[in-house]
């Protein structure tokens, strides 16, 4: 029995993003374990399990000493800062020619090379002799990280129905939870049954690695971008994609029609103005896009995700807790991560965009505050075991708070671009993620020492302050096409409440699109269309059409 066009269309997504999933980065002078928690701004599983394994890796004796990074001093503690951000380095320059390989060869092309660019990265680091060689690991993993980053939600806007777009572009962060979990659980066995031994490091850094083999031939079978094939004239191809995709193949389905034509109307308008870089900022609507993506990337750094991530353990070893169990701590919080994530998958279509992201920041900033007086109760020297636990439970639940923010920041950015400058409007978002990640890695050791449990304090201001940008700045794109979103944005008022937008209700546009409508569009639609239309009415077959 053949696949449904529902299922067909997510397990290519799920491929997708589980090619695009790596470690964690670490950047402190203390050397802590980072808490296996799902960061929003990097990519799926490859990303999340590199983002969580780097943690327990820079804390291991013998990787220590193969890197001769043994010393407490200042440039000891500097080299073991730079190896960990050296990643969010790799992932900011690999954005732009990322979007570049996406315009001119595909966006599944460009998944494809950058995963063997993964590959050479992960091979680097397991079979590092000195700390240079893993440095470079690191920036080449993280090179593919960053494209890895911008290309998966891309092929995943492009290839979706309006009503379960969101379910599918939040896939990224769901399983970017599933390679923070198995890099949890990795590294607390390796760790706890290879303590001081070379393969307390090199395997969980080996791991990495296997996912990516075999799924980098799975995304050779993948169906291309419809949008993409349509952007450089294969119409036909585009048509037997969406048919594929959406349509158990019948290129004369109403819905596939339907999303043929508008497809193929706004790409014929945007075909009049070049795909530059510069058509980015002439249009008041483009510029607004992506400084929205823009602000919401440094916001999604501003809940306090990188900092709680590297100093977190700090805290749990001042009140006693070892290494080991540390680490089966943060592998507990992956779980309920995933748990999270799971749920924001599920629901993200239902609940829109707006409410899960002014809702979740607003609870950041308020676990934050328990974060800060459980910290400075304990700088005082005045903290307990009940305290210590009561900050674990916190921490587990801003994880989960958290989950909403990290898989938008990159659901959001891909879908409100139109197909001419999505790709490279994207690599600035991205790219704004990893420059604001990287600034957070780096000030928060000097800040936090210097300022102790006060440093706490921007990141309860940010929370709220986050949550209010989002009410007042972030449209509702719940539902609509992509095709849509350049008017849409045109016409509705930068001060979201003023502009009295009713939401589009699930399936609402691909009924439309059956019917003959396209949502801001007016009377630009082809009388062919309309014609066949009429004659899809007469003949029943619209309201036969199991796709909607």
Known sequence: MPLSPKAYTLLCGCFAATIHSPIRTLSNATRPLAMSHNEGQLGSALYGYDLGVIASVIVSPDFLRVTGLEGTDT???????????SMLLGAFCGSIPASMLADKFSRRIGITVYAVVFILGGTLQTAAPNKEMMMAGRFIAGFSIGGMCLLVPLYQSEISLPRFRGRLTTLQQFFLGWGAFLAGWIAYGCTRNQYGKPMQWRLPLAFQMVPAIPLLFVVLVLPESPRWLMIRGREEEALQVLAQLHARGDIHDPLVQGEFYEMKHKVEGEAAVAASWGEIFKKPENLRKVMLGIILQFSVQMTGVSFLQYYGPTIYGKVGYSTVTTLLLGAANSILGLITQFTVCAWIDKLGRRRPLIIANILSGSFFI???IISKKFSDNQGTATMARAFVAICWLWNMSFSPIGSLSWAYPVEIMNTAIRAKAVAITSMACWISNFMIGQVSPTAFSKLGWKYFILFV???FTNSFTMWAL???TKGRTLEEMDEYFRTTHWFVPLAKVEDVQAGEREAQLVEGKYPGMGDAIPAS????????????????????
Not at 535 to 542: H, L, R, T, Y
Request: aromatic share 8%; proline share 2%; hydrophobic share 30%.
């Open 529 to 548: 269309r309309k014609e066949d239309v009429a004659n899809e009415k007469a003949n029943g077959s619209i309201e036969e059409n199991e796709s909607i």
């Open 461 to 463: 201001v940010c929370g």
């Open 75 to 85: 440039k000891t503690e500097n080299y073991i800062g730079f190896i960990t951000s």
């Open 370 to 372: 328990g974060v800060m």
């Open 474 to 476: 972030f449209p509702e």
